[in-house]
């Protein structure tokens, strides 16, 4: 299993439309879950942050099943805005020990109007 | 308030020439990382720095050395570059002790190794 793998995509879905990504993990030890956003030729930006409980941010919902091994990023009422490279995340360790995050290779969304 | 600035934007090299890619921070973040990004592989890090003094090998660091020269820039030097190489380049640094989740990346250096 890889350390971190995501929905191969790509997804085109049109504006309006709920979308949902869904990425596992190889190590269960790890601490630190999220999802960032790059888009096209640009740099990776912090989209959220993916906690125990599940967190949403305006029409962005987080999950994280830890049994499973398991993150999941919902996208309600989709906008053309919203198109750009989804990424899972992954920190291995808790703070002192362990400085890397792991990405993965990203699902490509394309909103169309 | 910059964030993270890398120089350059762009370089064309022909193999065997070597270059420093630099990049420096303004929000006083202690870690600071060099990713490469390739087609189908996603990011991988390629050298990190913890904090100031310090600097470890990342996933792929072959071909590749690093400096930390003060708290705020940290550099990457390809001694003799190979089309291997060719890659967008992205630096980033961490706020929240060794490798918080939020890590702020600049905006890329598109090198191409002919």
């Known amino acids: 299993r890889k350390e971190v793998e995501q929905d191969p995509g790509p997804f085109n879905v049109p504006e309006g439309a709920t979308v949902a990504f869904n990425c596992t993990y190889s190590?269960?030890?790890?601490?630190?879950f999220f999802w960032y956003r790059q888009d096209c030729r640009k740099e990776p930006k912090l989209l959220m942050s993916?906690?125990?409980s599940g967190n949403e941010d305006g029409r962005f919902t987080a999950q994280l099943n830890r049994a499973s091994q398991y993150i999941s990023l919902l996208i309600r009422d989709s906008k053309l805005s919203d198109s750009a490279t989804y990424l899972c995340?992954?920190?291995?360790?808790?703070?002192?020990?362990?400085?890397?995050?792991?990405f993965g290779k990203g699902t490509l969304l394309t909103v169309n109007p | 308030n910059a964030g993270v600035t890398q120089t350059p934007k762009f370089q064309v090299l022909k193999t065997g020439q070597s270059m420093t890619l630099q990049c420096a921070q303004d929000?006083?973040?202690?870690?600071m990382y060099w990713y490469r990004q390739d087609p189908g592989m996603g990011l991988r890090l390629i050298y990190y720095?913890?904090?100031?003094?310090?600097?470890d090998k990342g996933e792929v660091p072959n071909g590749y050395n690093v400096s930390r020269l003060n708290k705020r820039e940290f550099s990457l030097r390809l001694e003799s570059a190979a089309p291997s190489q060719t890659s967008v380049y992205f630096c980033?640094?961490?706020?929240?002790?060794f490798g918080g989740g939020t890590q702020y990346f600049g905006p890329g250096t598109r090198l191409l190794v002919l």
């Open positions: 980033a640094s961490s706020d929240i002790g």
């Open positions: 190590n269960s030890a790890s601490q630190s």
């Open positions: 993916v906690y125990s």
């Open positions: 995340v992954v920190n291995k360790g808790s703070g002192g020990s362990n400085y890397k995050l792991t």
């Open positions: 929000m006083n973040h202690n870690s």
């Open positions: 720095s913890a904090s100031e003094g310090t600097t």
